[in-house]
């Protein structure tokens, strides 16, 4: 079996289902054939500009990048295209949070030497900023890419339009690409300074975007003869878990409706959209998003007939949410995923009213290992382990020998990940998830998870308020342990 790249298969859907509409993102609308031809036309202004591979896969170490990195500082709008156009140029798109600190953003670019940005033109000031108070920035960066965002603000000087950038290139030349070129995926510093995690495509596809190896496209032809319902992709595709989901359903021919992230989430707006969009499965991360469209729901009580599956994923969701949508859709699936951005999916929870579940059932390669990392555990096994995933899993941490090593140990000639969540597995085999071992709370002689403290918290009444103010600015981060120890004594001191 042939292992493929993220820009083949993507030509395959397209050129199978030319005028299905890919993406829908506020008054934007682009069918596969569209976005084929712009994203190609991109990759040939990269590569016509010197852009690409600089040294082959085979020549590095794990922990080594030999193309080129284009940095995306960008909203949901054209998130898509830039990151397609980057892959088929052998240029790595690596994502940036827009909603860092210039200081943050400054940090992260000069960690990830960037040949180029492509950047939402509101994004301009920061980026003209950051890359003229850095002498590594003025170095590495090459070229600005503005995407227009109808801001009306300036272009900086020098940049080139997105639109002015798709023209220029070649509508008809192929790059060859590898399985082997890279995603550069970077976390979201919950423990310290986000770091970049290299993955191969090939891998990618496979483990984060339910794809598989195979001879020809002919199971890519099949697949978008059955596809073509609306998804809602309503999380940020600059945080791992919007990308993993949006290309799930890109990459098998779904249309993807996206947030259209310019603007903070508006819970009313979403279902609006999930209306209009006859939408049959939306993805949120956690409270941030479920807590709001909860609320929402209750006020309209509307039927939301087309809606069949809501997945969350990124962050927890608390069970008083998934009863409330259970009890909301009564004909609904609530899919809560386990990953992080080290292992793509790692397992699923399914509930449906009268059949709900707290564990998540492995994907395949998904295992827990004891604490000194010497055995897999088996089904019932009392010991608190750690959550690992064997097989396609990434390459390791950019320009990082020592965490490469450590998170991503080769055992018995295989890759593995192991990026730190504890867990216990379950007599029938699934997982129960505790929590980030860096954030574990020792008191009394008792082991306590900060998740284990926001599951209290959000299951308080008085506590929704403080939870999802701060949500919809920065849905997909992990919020501090430090805030929710805070907000633990003020809301329920009794249960601390």
Not at 36 to 58: C, P, S
Request: aromatic share 8%.
């Amino acid at each position: 079996m042939n292992e493929w790249t993220l820009g083949e298969v993507f030509d395959a859907v397209a050129d199978a289902v030319p005028e299905r509409i890919m993406t829908v993102c506020g008054d934007r609308r682009s069918t596969f054939g569209e976005s084929a031809v712009r994203t190609r036309r991109f990759a040939n202004f990269l590569a016509e500009r010197g852009f690409g591979a600089q040294t082959e896969r085979e020549g590095l170490e794990r922990w080594e990048c030999g193309q080129d990195r284009v940095a995306m500082l960008m909203y949901n709008d054209l998130y898509p295209d830039v990151l397609i156009g980057c892959l088929k140029a052998r240029v790595v798109p690596v994502n940036i949070n827009p909603r860092y600190t210039p200081q943050e953003i400054r940090s992260l670019l000069e960690y990830i030497a960037p040949r180029g940005i492509v950047y939402h033109r509101s994004f301009g000031q920061v980026v003209s900023e950051v890359v003229s108070g850095s002498a590594e920035l003025k170095d590495s960066v090459e070229l600005l890419v503005s995407v227009d965002d109808g801001t009306g603000i300036s272009e900086l000087d020098g940049a080139v339009s997105f639109d002015e950038a798709v023209a220029q290139g070649d509508p008809e030349k192929v790059i060859k690409g590898s399985p082997d070129d890279l995603m550069m995926m970077c976390t979201g510093g919950t423990t310290g300074r986000p770091k970049a995690v290299l993955w191969r495509q090939g891998d990618a596809y496979v483990s984060s975007m339910n794809g598989s190896d195979h001879e020809s496209d002919e199971p890519i032809r099949t697949l978008t003869a059955l596809t073509g319902q609306s998804w809602f992709a309503v999380s940020p595709l600059s945080h791992a878990a919007g990308t993993w989901t949006a290309f799930s359903g890109l990459l098998a021919g779904q249309t993807v409706v996206l947030y259209d992230d310019r603007n903070a989430f508006d819970a009313q707006r979403a279902l609006e959209i999930v209306e209009k969009e006859n939408v049959l499965l939306m993805t949120i991360v956690g409270d941030a998003y479920a807590g709001p469209l909860v609320d929402e729901m209750r006020k309209r009580r509307n039927n939301f007939e087309s809606l069949i599956v809501i997945a969350s994923g990124g962050a927890a969701t608390n069970a008083i949410h998934r009863k409330a949508f259970l009890e909301l859709l009564p004909n609904a699936t609530i899919v809560e995923g386990y990953g992080s951005t080290e292992t793509g999916g790692m397992g699923f929870g399914r509930s449906s009213r009268g059949a709900e579940v707290d564990t998540f059932a492995p994907m395949p390669g998904g295992y827990a290992v004891s604490t000194d990392r010497t055995r897999i555990l088996e089904p019932g096994d009392d010991e608190i382990g750690w959550a690992a995933r064997a097989g396609r899993v990434p390459l390791g941490y950019f320009r990082d020998r020592h965490a490469t090593e450590n998170t991503f140990p080769v055992v018995d000639g295989q890759r593995m990940a192991i990026p730190g969540d504890r867990v216990r597995i379950a007599n029938d085999g699934s997982l129960r998830l505790l929590g980030r071992d860096s954030l574990v709370i020792n008191t009394g002689g008792e082991k306590v998870f900060v998740e284990e403290v926001e599951e209290v918290l959000r299951a308080h009444p008085a506590s929704s308020m403080h939870w999802w103010s701060v949500g919809p600015a920065s849905a997909g981060d992990k919020r501090s342990s430090r805030w929710c120890m805070q907000e633990a004594r003020s809301i329920a001191p009794q249960k601390i």
